[in-house]
């Protein structure tokens, strides 16, 4: 069983940066491809990026291209999303989540999900 734990979260002013990690707990993980998610009060969870196990693909929303960076770190089973020029509409409970076998940006694509870390961007 894959467990991902997210953290990083946390306040930060419009045009600030945060950096939110997704630590796995089996190495296993580093072999499957790795995504971010996010949820705002009253919506639905919507995809954000994600990256494949090799480090070679990256997906990003069009909301976030620009802004966010993920990487991976496969020695440390860790995956990172630098985030950028925050805007206030970036406020959400972010979730990790991995796949048993491609990588995607749907939700039916990923079958492993954190509990999710808190972002909110201020005005």
């Known amino acids: 069983q894959v467990q991902l734990v997210e953290s990083g979260g946390g306040l930060v002013q419009a045009g600030g940066s945060l950096r939110l990690s997704c630590a796995a707990s089996r190495r296993t993980v580093y072999r499957t491809p790795i995504a971010w998610f996010r949820q705002a009060p009253g919506k639905e969870r919507e995809f954000v990026s994600a990256?494949?196990?090799?480090?070679?693909?990256?997906y990003y929303a069009d909301s976030v291209k620009g802004r966010f960076i993920i990487s991976r770190d496969n020695v440390r089973n860790t995956v990172y999303l630098q985030m950028n020029s925050l805007k206030p509409e970036d406020t959400a409970v972010y979730f990790c989540?991995?796949?048993?076998?491609?990588?995607?940006?749907?939700?039916?694509?990923?079958?492993?999900w954190g509990q999710g870390t808190q972002v909110t961007v201020s005005s």
């Open positions: 990256i494949s196990w090799s480090n070679e693909t990256t």
């Open positions: 989540a991995a796949s048993s076998l491609r990588i995607g940006t749907r939700l039916g694509d990923y079958d492993y």
